[in-house]
C-alpha cells in the first residue's frame, strides 16, 4: 500500500463502515430495551422501574438521528472520494470502499 490515496481509502471506508454498524447497534438496543419494558410491564414492575426503562429508550432513540447525521456525511465524503479516484478503481482497496457504500446507503435508504 505505497499509494497514500489507498490509505485514505481504506480510513474512509473503516469510518463509513464503523458508522454503519453503529446505526444498526442503536436500533438493535431500542428493540432490546422495549423488549425488556414490557418484560418488565408484565411481572408487574415497580412504577421507578418502568420509569427509568423507558428514559433508557429514550436516550437510544436520541442517538440515531446523531449517528444518521455523521454516517451521511461520511458517506459523502468516502462517495466524492471513490468519484475523484477513479484510477485506483482496480484495487482491492477500492472495490471494498465501493461495497461498503452501497450498504451504508441501504441503510441511510431505510432511515
Known amino acids: 500500500m505505497a499509494d497514500?490515496?489507498?490509505r485514505q481509502l481504506t480510513i474512509k471506508t473503516g469510518v463509513v463502515k464503523?458508522?454503519?454498524k453503529e446505526r444498526q447497534v442503536y436500533e438493535r438496543e431500542i428493540t432490546t430495551e422495549r423488549n425488556r419494558l414490557e418484560k418488565f410491564k408484565g411481572e408487574g414492575a415497580d412504577e421507578?422501574?418502568?420509569k427509568k426503562q423507558e428514559e433508557v429508550?429514550?436516550?437510544c432513540l436520541m442517538m440515531i438521528p446523531?449517528?444518521?447525521r455523521r454516517l451521511k456525511e461520511q458517506v459523502e465524503v468516502l462517495e466524492k472520494?471513490?468519484?475523484?479516484?477513479k484510477e485506483l478503481e482496480e484495487?482491492?482497496?477500492y472495490q471494498t470502499?465501493?461495497?461498503?457504500?452501497?450498504?451504508?446507503k441501504e441503510v441511510l435508504s431505510k432511515s
Open 4 to 6: 497514500p490515496r489507498l
Open 18 to 20: 464503523r458508522l454503519t
Open 48 to 50: 421507578h422501574v418502568l
Open 57 to 59: 429508550i429514550q436516550e
Open 66 to 68: 446523531d449517528a444518521l
Open 81 to 85: 472520494f471513490l468519484e475523484d479516484e
Open 91 to 93: 484495487t482491492k482497496e
Open 97 to 104: 470502499a465501493a461495497q461498503i457504500l452501497a450498504e451504508a
